[in-house]
């Protein structure tokens, strides 16, 4: 009766161990997604600042072309 009582005592440290890993490992890919999202976001948020950097020379270039002075 002692050995059974021992192995459920085991079995259910091993779900608690389990079910701990699983937890960290749930935090740790949370982490990992919310890096690579904000990366993510700050390479589109670069880009958007360069292109938009390119259409106002390229709006520059073409106001002083209408105004007759040249590029």
Same mark, same amino acid.
Request: with cysteine; hydrophobic share 35%; proline share 1%.
């Given at each position: 009766? *002692?050995?059974?009582?021992? +192995? *459920? %005592?085991?079995? &259910? !440290? $091993? !779900? /608690? &161990?389990? %079910?701990? /890993? +699983?937890? @960290? +490992? =749930?935090? !740790? +890919?949370? %982490?990992?997604?919310? %890096?690579? $999202? @904000?990366? =993510?976001? /700050?390479?589109?948020?670069?880009?958007?600042?360069?292109? $938009?950097? @390119? @259409?106002?020379?390229?709006?520059?270039?073409?106001?002083?072309?209408?105004?007759?002075?040249?590029?």
């Amino acid at each position: 009766d *002692e050995c059974r009582l021992q +192995l *459920e %005592a085991q079995r &259910i !440290s $091993l !779900s /608690q &161990i389990h %079910a701990a /890993q +699983l937890e @960290l +490992l =749930r935090e !740790s +890919l949370f %982490a990992q997604t919310q %890096a690579q $999202l @904000l990366s =993510r976001e /700050q390479e589109l948020q670069d880009a958007h600042e360069q292109e $938009l950097r @390119l @259409l106002q020379e390229e709006m520059r270039r073409e106001q002083q072309g209408l105004n007759g002075h040249p590029a």
